[in-house]
């Protein structure tokens, strides 16, 4: 486990928006009864600007569960370069894997737990193109919509596709979940849902912070909550 926390990291390693204009997904639509805006001008109003609550670039988050039984923590890092992606983004595929502590013999750290490729930009907001594992990964074309580049409190996006149909929810803002001592500012708050099975890895709740990430998520198959511990850049 690292403890050393980075502060500048929100502001140092993230890469600059590589995506250009595109058309937004054909298969993701907003609640009609609130449309906002979709093209990431920050719209009017107080729409909260929720792409860069994704930031990816050069960093890695860790993890601790809230559970208290765990006895490992989860590190996200991305693995390999940037990829071109559908609707002109940049992919970033993250994995996610346990570091143990304690003496437990059936941890092994570095194990990968699930794999989900993200990509995150001020035209097509936060996208998830894939997910899966070592073994096997799921492709979604089109990308499953998490956020448009902006949004208000009580907005949605439904995303079919791959036979699924999926709704993120964005539910406004909450303090943050963490485990660190280190505060982060308020997140932005999303509840994805699907219809068909469990949804694993995506489906549940995300906790996200304006240039710094993923500060918590509840997964609809686990139990108890994870919670940022520590993130640094690389």
Request: hydrophobic fraction near 40%.
């Amino acid at each position: 486990m690292r403890f050393m926390l980075i502060a500048a990291c929100s502001f140092a390693c993230v890469d600059a928006p590589t995506s250009a204009e595109g058309e937004i997904d054909e298969g993701a639509t907003r609640d009609p009864s609130n449309p906002g805006p979709s093209d990431g001008s920050g719209g009017a109003g107080d729409a909260a600007i929720l792409w860069d609550s994704f930031p990816f670039g050069k960093r890695t988050w860790e993890y601790l569960s809230a559970d208290g039984v765990l006895t490992y923590t989860l590190v996200v890092e991305i693995f390999g370069p940037v990829e071109p992606g559908l609707l002109d983004t940049a992919v970033y595929t993250l994995h996610y894997k346990k570091e143990c502590f304690g003496s437990d013999p059936s941890c092994v750290t570095g194990e990968i737990l699930r794999i989900i490729r993200w990509s995150s930009d001020p035209i097509q907001g936060v996208l998830v193109h894939g997910f899966g594992n070592l073994s096997a990964m799921q492709v979604f074309d089109p990308p499953v919509r998490i956020a448009a580049p902006d949004g208000d409190s009580g907005d949605n996006w439904t995303t079919t596709t791959a036979g699924t149909r999926w709704t993120s929810t964005y539910a406004g803002v909450e303090n943050c979940p963490e485990a660190m001592v280190e505060e982060w500012a308020q997140c932005f708050r999303f509840d994805v849902t699907t219809d068909v099975g469990e949804g694993y890895p995506l489906a549940g709740t995300w906790w996200s912070a304006q240039g710094n990430g993923v500060a918590a998520m509840e997964i609809s198959t686990e139990n108890g909550q994870w919670q940022i511990l520590d993130f640094w850049c690389d």
